[in-house]
């Protein structure tokens, strides 16, 4: 094991060659004349572990050099003896209130110098042994998080995806949607109405759960949910279910928790709510403007164009100057205004998603259907 570094400093040659050769058996010795020298070395990449530190210096005195290191992140943890002929109560407590650890009166006594100095780095060495212990715990807690974190996305992006298999020509819908929404958000992180919603924890867990939009489909049958024809009222209404089965089903794995996950709970805010409509004649509960939830405002648009640009069973897909006209229409009818006035202004990185995951070859020509 390497031998400690001790640091003195002291303007005095006397002082300094005694200490050194008080010490040079047991430790390493590096010396400093001044505070400006001892303040360089404790920086340097090969730092002391204890400074014994002199007051009475020219220039900076010890009680400078003693703030300044403790003030520092990367020296604060050097501990720091003075080591000083100022005997007076009042000094001593201003070097200890400073942080040293120790304050020790000329002229030197060898054997308590040096039992100071031992006993000081034996729990310094523990000190570091401790923060680097919990350093490694903090990174294995990190990382702990991280997979716990990757689980949950991967779990919600499977329960999303179970509802897209009843649907062949979906493809990456979810893929699609999921990046619509955080677009979105990211141009409207800065608007008035959005700023304080719109933190990144909340961008990422509405990102996370956007997959979940159209879970309860699974409840809806085939014959309803894969018909190439037009829908009758009755098989409208049963379409429409789709989202109360969503959000009770996203309900059910949320009580199964002791925590309230943010995942979930947005999940089932855009399940149920995603097809409201901003005038109120939207489904299931008719809500108008701020009463539907942000997070369903943002899906509705995004999953509008989604649907608009996609080829279903029932339709080819539109181009995306149609789709992106069709919003603009939804202006304060279907849609938030200030969500499709953002909508308009990056249509074209709408488009580059569309492309980049696309299922199709876009700009086909389409005969109008079901959205």
Not at 290 to 304: K, N, W, Y
Request: proline share 5%.
């Amino acid at each position: 094991m390497d031998r400690a570094t001790v640091l003195i400093v002291d303007d005095t040659p006397d002082i300094i060659r005694l200490i050194n050769n008080l010490l040079k058996k047991e430790y390493k010795v590096k010396i400093a004349t001044n505070g400006s020298k001892a303040i360089n070395i404790a920086h340097s990449e090969t730092p002391p572990d204890l400074i014994l530190l002199d007051v009475l210096m020219p220039e900076m005195d010890g009680y400078e050099v003693c703030r300044q290191l403790q003030a520092d992140f990367k020296t604060q943890h050097i501990p720091i003896i003075f080591l000083t002929a100022k005997t007076g109560v009042a000094d001593e407590e201003k070097g200890l209130d400073l942080g040293a650890i120790d304050y020790i009166t000329k002229p030197i006594s060898p054997p308590i110098l040096l039992r100071r100095i031992k006993t000081h780095l034996e729990l310094k060495f523990i000190r570091d042994s401790l923060r680097e212990q919990n350093g490694i715990l903090e990174e294995k807690v990190a990382e702990r998080t991280l997979h716990l974190e990757e689980l949950q996305r991967a779990t919600v992006a499977a329960m999303g995806s179970l509802a897209e298999t009843r649907d062949p020509e979906t493809g990456n819908h979810i893929l699609r949607t999921q990046y619509y929404v955080k677009l979105l958000c990211e141009k409207l992180v800065d608007h008035p109405r959005f700023c304080q919603f719109l933190t990144p924890d909340t961008i990422n867990a509405m990102y996370t759960s956007a997959p979940l939009h159209d879970i309860g489909k699974v409840g809806i049958p085939d014959e309803i949910l894969l018909k190439e024809g037009e829908l009758t009222t009755d098989e409208f209404e049963k379409i429409k279910m789709h989202t109360v089965l969503g959000m009770d089903a996203i309900g059910t794995v949320e009580k199964t928790i002791s925590k309230e996950n943010p995942y979930l709970a947005f999940g089932k805010e855009i399940a149920i709510a995603h097809h409201e409509k901003w005038d109120g004649s939207g489904y299931p509960n008719g809500l108008t403007g701020d009463e539907i939830p942000i997070s369903a405002r943002l899906m509705a648009v995004a999953d509008v164009y989604d649907a608009l640009i996609s080829r279903r069973i029932y339709k080819r897909p539109f181009t995306h100057d149609e789709a992106t006209a069709i919003i603009a229409r939804g202006k304060g009818r279907h849609f938030d205004p200030d969500m499709v006035d953002a909508f308009l202004e990056h249509a074209h990185d709408f488009y580059a998603i569309a492309k980049q995951y696309t299922d199709h070859e876009p700009e086909l020509e389409i005969e109008r259907g079901r959205i």
